[in-house]
């Protein structure tokens, strides 16, 4: 057995039973926020989905509206604006402007949870070290990862994702353009 010393406590091979009181309830609290960091992690990672699922939903509800309402040629003259082949300018870049602004809005949120998640993550590596340090758990060979190397990319973590998000969200203005671009050729 292990001899506890004052401090930081090796207590490799000490059973938990033997903890003092403290000991457990540290050991408790820092298991805890672990739960807390996963947690975390995960409803951010919903949040993130959530925000481009509806920037998305957004911004193909404007191309239908673009769609469904009828040019107004004689509101460019309202405005002074001309009509550039055929296309009512102000109503085929307003609509694509409001989608610009859409996924612009929609990428600031996810950028926005994406730091949230990040912090989680540092959070947990922090748990994780003090762990290992204090308590001499070796967390990391107990679940065969290092928790530090994989979290050290930062709010690169979930690159790969976060690109696809991002595709996602800047494609789909395209389609109100689009629309407004291609009804004139079909009138």
Known sequence: MAEIVS???QLS???????????QKELQVISSALDDCRRLIAAGKVQRWDVVKWGVTVNVALATA???IPPFRDFTFFIGLPVLAG??????????????LVAFTSWLLVSHYNARVTG???TATHLVDQMKTKRNIDYDSIIGTNVGFDYSKGTDYDEEELRKFKAILF????????VALVRPALN
């Open 13 to 23: 091979t000490m059973p938990l039973d033997r903890l003092d009181t403290f000991q």
């Open 171 to 178: 494609m789909s203005p395209v389609l109100s353009l689009l």
């Open 87 to 100: 296309v009512a300018v102000p109503f085929s870049l307003i609509p694509f402007l409001l989608a610009m």
């Open 7 to 9: 401090g930081s406590e």
């Open 120 to 122: 989680a993550r540092k």
């Open 66 to 68: 673009v769609a469904a």
